[in-house]
């Protein structure tokens, strides 16, 4: 969708710019060429489809015949899946537990694309240990809905955030010897009707939100498998999709690793076969027997099977083959991996409000708390389907709050409310999660809190409700939760709300009654320590939210622009009826209500914040927004030069200063706001961040670079990405609300 004016503008205003970036970490996949070629040379055209397909539920084959190894792929994200049989049911080995990680938008919140690599060289780690060679992950798709199901599978609302994680992530983890397969390419925003959903967008906002983290991945951080998503982007399946998956993956970012469908997301023999798909999961319907057929009736050449069949054998050669003999021999999750786990954790976490400085919580002064709400016990590490972990253990919040109290302070333990009638992955979309008031539970509540000096109240969600799978219907916290926040309230002025979830949720409520709230994720199997950690004051919070909590969903773009939900119709789910008859019982669903597949992007680039920020709305909580136990200064902003030019870096310096009494970390973010521009753009856009350690008094000049052709946008003109010249005003601050300094550089 081009406007009159950009047309006008690409003719003079504006200059199509190249990026000059370092040697792509992509051609190391083309050392092995000669010896891949000489090897599909000597093999059969059965051999080589053999390849294209399934072999089990988690593996594709190899050569046998040449001793080359099937590739053995392993969910991911968040902790290596247990074993797993035929319909994904597991196998019941006793030797499969793995570490369980914080989930992808806990990640997000460190800001810390070196976090990412630890986190992904751990995880890189374990699966060598099990023998894996491609991790399904990381899930990098942009949080576009609130609601999202997957929102805690993946980073964040930003691309700029969401793309150093993916890096960070694929680096560490190929590092460790394993393949990462970054998924779902692409526009995977939403699990309603989420086999058959198609994706109408715009090539702007396609290429400065949506693909940019893949572009990240691929280029900078060297992904070597891709997986297409479940969906459609502007009428073609993303396993089918021409330009996805040929020309902008591989032609335009030079991608030569292998793609391999989501489970049950091929559709047909020709659209694969010539729209960029290597390996079909699951079955071999499409990639099987059919495509011998096309290629022995000339319909698909051999060359293409070739190609495909030369992708993965240079994934193969690049990640060591592990002798099924020496796999899992050992545990995979060691004190070095769930060291990780903690770390993260810790500097996940983020203060969203703390009057009176409740928090931290000074132990000496207080002889009893009540700790109220299902989620200070319940286990985070399953559930969520395909991201579920087994894990070797779990840290409850309220086993990491025992642990730091000890003995000498009372903590008493009050569900609050239960949870009865979890909702099946594809059932009907309500949002009763089956969690709800009970009288008996509330008194004892009630009770407790009132019998304490202060109450940790644990709201949130679940993995039934925050799923993949399905959406939230909204973002209410379920199961009563908002009347019995109010019920504690009444008996107890000292209440310290935690939100275990991983999307946002709405929380008038909460915060109404809460005199601190914390963001305390599905942060992993040290998800109990790290919270205790911040919050009787051993560390100072560090985290920032990747995401926006809006006031009101409805605020939110898709649902503002009447995007979201999408109207229903009547009719047969592609993906249920194809791929699920294990799940639905075999049972049709031809006459289904389920929403329309079109799903219009026409908010355009105004995703989270630049959706808020640009029509000057008011959120509970911006994105960026993290407090700390101290305060930073911010002074001295300045740049290295008076004028930019296309090819120029520039360069923003700043000092910052802990004021406070203990050492803590700040994320500094910068952002960017056009002052004369003549191409539409959002009031402002993260560019740049750090995180930052300071002990208590010190000072650190920061540096944050930003190359000025990452201040460019696609110009569907030309094809290409184009530089406006104009006033850029760049703004350095604690959260994207929060900022502190600011200064005007022209681009001339
Ligand atoms: C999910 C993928 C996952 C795959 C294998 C699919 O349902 O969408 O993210 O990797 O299953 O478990």
Known sequence: MKTPLLAFLAAFAVCAISCSRPVSPQDTLLTNDKQIDEIIAQMSLEEKVEMLHSKTIMSSEGIPRLGIQEIRYADGPFGIREELGDGFRPLGWTTDSATYYPTGSALAATWSADLAYKYGEAMGTEARRRGKDVILGPAINIQRLPVGGRTYEYFSEDPILSSALAVGYTKGSQTAGTAVCVKHFAMNNQETNRGNFNVIIDPRQMREIYLKPFEAAVKEGGAMVVMPAYNKVNGYWCSENDELCNKILREE???????????????????????????????????????????????????????????????????????????????????????????????????????????????????????????????????????????????????????????????????????????????????????????????????????????????????????????????????????????????????????????????????????????????????????????????????????????????????????????????????????????????????????????????????????????????????????????FDYSNISTDKKTYKAKDIISVSFDIKNVGQMEADEVVQLYVHRIDANVEWPQKELKAFERVNLQSGQTKNITLEIPVCDLSYWNEEIKDWSLEKCKIEILVGSSSRDIRLQTEIPII
């Open 253 to 631: 970012w030079g991608f030569n690793g292998f793609t391999v469908s989501d489970w049950g997301g091929t559709h047909s023999t020709l659209g694969a076969a010539l729209g960029g798909l290597c390996v079909q999961m699951t079955g071999d319907n499409y990639l099987g027997p059919a495509l011998i057929d096309s290629v022995r009736v000339g319909i698909v050449p051999e060359a293409i099977v070739d190609a495909k069949v030369r992708e993965i054998l240079r994934v193969r050669f690049a990640i060591e083959q592990v002798d099924p003999q020496n796999a899992n021999i050992e545990a995979i999750s060691q004190i070095e991996q769930q060291q990780v786990a903690y770390e993260v954790a810790q500097k996940s976490i983020v203060l969203l409000k703390n009057e009176n400085k409740i928090l931290p919580i000074d132990k000496q002064s207080v002889k009893k708390i009540a700790v109220v709400g299902i989620n200070a016990t319940a286990s985070t590490a399953n559930g969520g389907v395909g991201a579920g972990v087994k894990t070797i253990y779990e840290i409850s919040p309220l086993q990491g709050i025992v642990n730091e109290l000890g003995s000498d302070v009372e903590v008493l333990y009050a569900p609050g409310y239960k949870y009865i009638r979890p909702r099946g992955m594809w059932g009907p979309l309500t949002q009763d999660d089956g969690s709800q008031l009970d009288s008996q539970l509330l008194n004892e509540a009630i009770d407790a809190a009132q019998s304490a000096d202060l109450v940790i109240f644990f709201a949130g969600t679940n993995k039934q409700i925050e799923t993949e799978g399905s959406d939230r219907k909204n973002i209410m916290l379920p199961g009563g939760q908002d009347e019995l926040i109010a019920h504690l309230a009444s008996v107890n002025d000292n209440i310290v709300s935690v939100l275990i979830s991983g999307g946002p949720c709405d929380l008038n409520e909460v915060v109404k009654y809460s005199t601190a709230v914390v963001q305390g994720w599905w942060n992993g199997l040290e998800g109990g320590h790290a919270l205790a950690d911040v919050l009787f004051g051993r560390i100072a919070p560090s985290g920032k939210l990747p995401f926006t909590f809006p006031i009101r969903l409805e605020d939110s773009p898709a649902y503002a622009m009447g995007n979201f939900p999408q109207k229903s119709i009547v009719g047969t789910d592609v993906f249920t009826a194809q791929y699920r008859q294990d799940i639905t019982g075999g049972q049709s669903n031809q006459h289904r209500e389920r929403p329309n597949p079109d799903a219009y992007y026409s908010e355009g680039s105004l995703v989270g914040y630049r959706w808020f920020d640009t029509k000057q709305m008011e959120v509970m909580f911006p994105f960026g927004h993290g407090l700390s136990y101290v305060d």
